[in-house]
């Protein structure tokens, strides 16, 4: 994440082969391929099926799941929706969610492992979600294994998708 606050500019290499180069938040946000999306940090890669396009938005299956998410140039019917942690707000279940959001998930905490000041969430949506929180606001919400929570990724910045390779 230095990269975010020290550059203007990135280039991805792996095994000596440059895999991506672009403005930093372009590369962060919207990852060349699988590689990409590793090195620079997604929690959450899962395969996808684009169900429709309109109005500059598109609808995408994870298993049972459907997203919405900014449409792409090229998108293709196989594609990948990607998720960074920090970018998934956690709601109680009781909550109805707001209704700008796009994506609130059905979920049950899986596990929560200590980062620091931070807490990282597993959660089982109908596939594996990652979400990010504070330990004060895990310790106010009372996360705990086994309960019910709804988790919405927040698009367009961190819900987008690029044909397979």
Known sequence: MDALAL?????????????????VPEVFSKPADLSVARIVGVDTVERAKVVEVANGLAMVRVGPVQFTAVASNGIDEEAYVCVHAEDVILNKVDLSPQKSARNCLAGRIHSLDREGPMMRVMLDCGFPLKALVTKQAC?????????????CPRPPCSIWFRERK
């Open 139 to 151: 310790e106010e919400m009372r996360l705990q294994r086994e309960t019910r929570y709804r988790p």
């Open 7 to 23: 550059a203007d500019h990135m280039v991805v290499l792996e095994e000596g082969r440059v895999c991506q180069s672009g403005p």
